[in-house]
């Protein structure tokens, strides 16, 4: 169950794309933020799902959304949404960032990719 570790409101997002994604030049769909440790990963809609495979590895339980407009949290323990306060900024990803993205390395069909 989350507790009061699962969520910390001071660590700022690791970045504006997943993590793993950018570093294995992957792409995404959308993007979840780790409540707990900043860590940014891409959706269970995306190719590699990382959100939610850092949460299996850490125990990290809570996500944020990273998109712009919203500001649901979902638990991966409890598969369900959860009710949280709000994160240190910035609170999304810039509003000209691509959806997907990154920019130039989504692939034309990537709407077959998604899971
Ligand atoms: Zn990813
Ligand atoms: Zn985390």
Redesign the pocket.
């Known amino acids: 169950m989350p507790d009061a570790r699962s969520i910390d409101s001071t660590v700022p997002p690791s970045g504006m794309g997943?993590?793993?994604?950018l570093a294995a030049d992957?792409w995404?769909f959308h993007l979840r933020r780790c409540a707990q440790c900043g860590h940014v990963?891409?959706c269970d809609s995306?190719p590699?799902?990382?959100?939610s495979a850092h949460a299996r590895s850490t125990g990290h339980p809570l996500v944020q959304s990273f998109e712009p407009g919203e500001d649901w949290y979902w638990d991966y323990e409890a598969d369900q949404y959860y009710e949280g306060p709000p994160l240190a900024p910035p609170r999304h990803h810039p509003l000209d960032q691509a959806v997907p993205g990154p920019k130039g390395r989504v692939p034309g069909d990537w709407q077959q990719r998604l899971h």
């Open positions: 997943c993590v793993e994604c992957g995404w990963g891409c995306s590699a799902q990382h959100a």
